[in-house]
């Protein structure tokens, strides 16, 4: 079964500082991977996603994340995080030809004005 | 325009009681998904549906139940068997109809939050 990682469940960062969370998954095969994010009072939407192709995707806000596939893993990263960042980013994946989305725990980015 | 609809918002149901939190979709999708979200456990997929009159478990069906009687309705029913039920419901759709292309990119809604008393 699949299953994801992520690292860190609360990061406190101050405006401008860079931000990387991170995400493995366990699956040995083909994989579509996403980062979700959830603004507060707001819907679940997506950031970004990676389908095939280049590793490095990049997504809205200024957001962008690396598919490492030796390493299982699809760390998101954005070099200047604002207030407005603070939000709660879930990482995602479904194995090629599936059709279930598998979640990570969830992380908690507040960012300090 | 379209989207999502979940109702109610907030939810408050006594030990021993079944509820039903409605999912309505106009996005014409194919196939719906309920998840359950709890702090520190993300979201976990309890069923889903890729067609009318047809679904399947997810991970944590047990103590729920669905139908998919028309595309744009996937009910859920928490029943009493269901032994921690306060949560927040999370209902999604998705125009993908299997294969790699296009991958499962879901819509959600805003919620139901469900408390028991």
């Known amino acids: 079964a699949q299953s994801v990682s992520q690292h860190n469940h609360h990061v406190i960062l101050s405006e401008a500082a860079s931000l990387e969370l991170g995400c493995n998954y366990s699956?040995?095969?083909?994989?579509?991977l996403f980062w979700y994010v959830q603004y507060p009072g707001q819907h679940l939407q997506l950031l970004l996603k990676y389908f095939s192709g280049d590793p490095l995707v990049k997504g809205i806000k200024g957001f962008e994340a690396e598919f490492i596939k030796s390493k299982f893993s699809f760390n998101l990263r954005k070099p200047s995080v604002q207030w407005s960042d603070t939000a709660e980013y879930f990482c995602a994946v479904n194995a090629a030809y599936g059709n279930k989305l598998v979640f990570g725990a969830g992380t908690i980015l507040r960012v300090k004005s | 325009d379209g989207g999502i609809t979940q109702s109610p918002k907030y939810l408050f149901r006594k030990e021993g009681q079944n509820v039903t939190l409605s999912c309505e979709q106009n996005l014409n999708h194919d196939a719906m998904y309920w998840y359950r979200q709890d702090p520190g456990q993300g979201l976990r997929l309890i069923y889903y549906s890729q067609i009318v009159n047809d679904f399947q478990k997810g991970d944590i069906a047990e103590g729920y139940s669905v139908s998919r009687e028309k595309k744009e309705s996937f009910p859920l029913t928490v029943t009493s068997a269901q032994k921690n039920p306060t949560a927040f419901y999370l209902c999604?759709?998705?125009?993908?109809?299997?294969?790699?292309?296009?991958?499962?990119?879901?819509?959600f809604g805003a919620g139901s939050r469900l408390t028991v008393l």
């Open positions: 699956y040995g095969g083909t994989v579509n």
């Open positions: 999604a759709s998705s125009s993908w109809r299997g294969g790699m292309s296009g991958a499962n990119v879901l819509t």
